[in-house]
């Protein structure tokens, strides 16, 4: 009993050390943190966004603590300050208690790494910024325009620092570039930038560029070191003729943080094109895509906010930082806004063909894709058929190398039509017509007629398909061929209901007013027509059946295809404009594109069709076509 009572003791205690553990080990999965530190003020663009993506990734998907400080070290160019937050910080936070360290800017970086303790330049550090070096703290104090002699490599800036760094540059160089390539008459190049750190780097970089490439060029710098906002207006209103400006950025001298907002990079960035009438270039992912700006070359916030999160899933897995290569964002691409080159006069043969365009109209191609794809596959097709055909026509001996050379014939003399489509379609389907004629089937097997009569009796079907295809195609350009003749209209409807009944199950009533009427039409496109309508009314019905009627005048007969449906006015043009205007059709779940194609018919035969309003919700579509007394 003893030694029972003992394993009974020892199985115990076991059991709660495993629920001790397990306690313990949930306890650390819930203390995971994360420190991100801006140089910035909350709400500032790019830093802003990621943010939100860290902030996502950890505190949504992780279920760790996220913590944000905004230090404000953009708006006090001070090493003493810098000093201050990195001191603040220590005393606020524990080093031991994170995880991971995020900086966003070039300044938290330098304050980072110049005043944080060592402890703290052991936890995994992500830095992102887009200097392609930095400075020291004191330089940095010195607001002094930089040299070479203060730049210090990225790769020897994080010695000691358990950190790795995402560099997203400004492709400054490729964006002068691409401002002179697209105002070949430049003269005067103005920079507007501010004294953020990234101001005097872009600043240094397009003066040694500008002297060392385009000495001819004359560089008008705007900082706010040296401007007020109300004096840049005033330049920017002032600047000569043909200048070329880029903005990087500005924000007001105000050490008010709310004013500070209202004024940061964007407010001047939203008016500087009107100031200047004329386009003005970017250096990054802001004002670009709603026309503020022309364009820039660059990686866009999506990019780097892909970049970092592997960063980040790296180092979630074990790797530390600092064996982490360094991250360049190099993949940049041109991006144009074609509005604001239009609306500025840049001549569209400058326009960069491997840009990306925000607010380009679709291209014809675009537009008519499917159609396109369509015609191919149909000469596809034929070419295919044409082929099959051949390969059975060699086994008639003789009478093959007749059909042969009738064919080579045929192509000499389609060399002169190669541009029209229609003929393209039709002549090998008469060629084969014509073979089949001039065939002798006196001497043929059994075999041979069979193939021969199933060929004559499937190529009509096929050129009709085709016909329709090409009549159809040309309904934009009201090249219609239309074999006009009178219709009777209630004999008509009867058929297309039978039709209809048959194929679709659609069932609908017809009212006439007693009398017969004929309409000058092309039977077959008349009776397209109101099926079409008929269609379309039973797609988009709420309750009942379709109702059809149809009377007439002296001068026209008129059919209306009514129902009870949810349009709204919109709808009376929206349903008819997709095939002259390309816009988007309404969004019904259902292609309109018969509609448009039934009002090119029926203005061909002199009428016309409408959507129209009658009352208490309902609507028709009204078919009108010339009598014919």
Not at 75 to 91: G, I, V
Not at 178 to 199: C, E, M, N, Y
Not at 312 to 331: A, T
Not at 612 to 624: G, H, S, T, Y
Request: proline share 3%; aromatic share 8%.
């Amino acid at each position: 009993m003893k030694k029972l009572l003992l394993l009974i003791i020892i199985a115990v205690m076991a059991k709660l050390n495993v629920l001790a553990a397990d306690g313990g080990k949930t306890s650390v999965r819930q203390e995971n943190k994360v420190l991100v530190l801006s140089s910035y003020f909350q709400g500032y663009g790019w830093a802003g966004v990621l943010e939100s993506s860290i902030v996502s990734h950890f505190s949504v998907d992780r279920k760790w603590n996220v913590e944000v400080d905004y230090l404000d070290l953009v708006a006090n160019r001070d090493s003493s300050f810098m000093h201050h937050e990195a001191e603040r910080l220590m005393a606020e936070h524990d080093a031991n208690k994170k995880n991971i360290v995020v900086l966003l800017g070039e300044e938290a970086w330098i304050m980072y790494r110049t005043y944080m303790s060592k402890e703290w330049k052991n936890v995994p550090c992500v830095a992102i910024f887009s200097g392609t070096y930095t400075i020291s703290a004191s330089n940095y104090s010195s607001c002094r325009e930089i040299t070479d002699d203060m730049k210090i490599s990225l790769a020897d800036s994080r010695k000691g620092i358990n950190a790795t760094l995402i560099n997203d540059p400004f492709f400054v160089e490729p964006t002068i570039e691409l401002a002179l390539s697209l105002k070949p008459q430049t003269r005067h190049l103005a920079l507007v930038s501010d004294t953020w750190q990234i101001g005097f780097m872009v600043r240094e970089k397009i003066k040694r560029i500008v002297s060392e490439k385009y000495p001819s060029l004359d560089l008008i710098d705007l900082n706010n070191r040296d401007l007020t906002t109300a004096q840049l207006k005033t330049r920017l209103a002032t600047l000569p003729k043909h200048t070329a400006v880029i903005f990087d950025s500005w924000f007001s001298q105000s050490k008010n943080s709310a004013n500070r907002a209202l004024y940061p990079d964007n407010a001047m960035r939203y008016i500087a094109s009107s100031l200047t009438n004329d386009v003005v270039f970017g250096l990054f992912d802001v004002g670009i895509r709603d026309g503020v700006l022309a364009g820039g070359i660059y990686a866009t916030s999506e990019e780097l906010q892909s970049t970092l999160i592997n960063v980040l899933m790296k180092i979630e897995n074990g790797v530390q930082p600092k064996d982490m290569p360094l991250v360049k964002l190099d993949n940049a691409n041109t991006y144009l806004n074609y509005q604001t080159l239009k609306k500025y006069g840049i001549p569209e043969n400058l326009y960069p063909k491997n840009a990306i365009y925000y607010g380009k109209p679709i291209s014809f191609f675009e537009r008519n894709e499917k159609y396109i794809l369509g015609g191919v596959c149909a000469l596809i097709a034929i070419v295919i058929l044409i082929s099959v055909v051949a390969f059975f026509e060699r086994k008639l001996k003789r009478q093959a190398k007749m059909l042969l050379l009738v064919s080579r014939e045929n192509e000499k003399g389609k060399s002169n039509f190669i541009t029209n489509m229609g003929q393209l379609m039709r002549s090998p389907l008469h060629a084969i017509q014509m073979s089949i004629d001039m065939l002798d089937t006196s001497n043929m097997n059994d075999n041979n007629k069979e193939l021969l009569s199933f060929i004559n009796q499937n190529k009509s079907m096929l050129l009709n398909i085709f016909n329709d295809i090409i009549d159809l195609g040309k309904a934009g350009e009201n090249d219609l061929n239309l074999s006009l003749t009178d219709v009777d209209v209630e004999p008509a409807i009867m058929n297309i209901r039978e039709a209809l009944g048959n194929v679709s199950g659609i069932q609908f009533t017809i009212d006439g007013d007693g009398n017969t009427h004929f309409v000058k039409a092309d039977p077959k496109r008349f009776s397209q027509v109101v099926s079409y309508a008929i269609v379309n009314a039973d797609y988009y019905k709420m309750k009942g059946k379709v109702d059809v009627k149809f009377w007439g005048n002296q001068d026209e007969v008129v059919v209306q295809v009514g129902c009870i449906a949810n349009f709204t006015e919109k709808d009376t043009e929206d349903l008819f404009d997709v095939f002259n205007n390309r816009t988007n059709p309404a969004k019904s779940g259902r292609s309109n594109l018969e509609l448009p194609l039934c009002r090119k018919l029926m203005q061909a035969m002199g009428g016309n069709i409408t959507l129209e309003r009658l009352a208490d919700n309902q609507w028709a579509f009204v078919i009108k076509a010339i009598q014919n007394i």
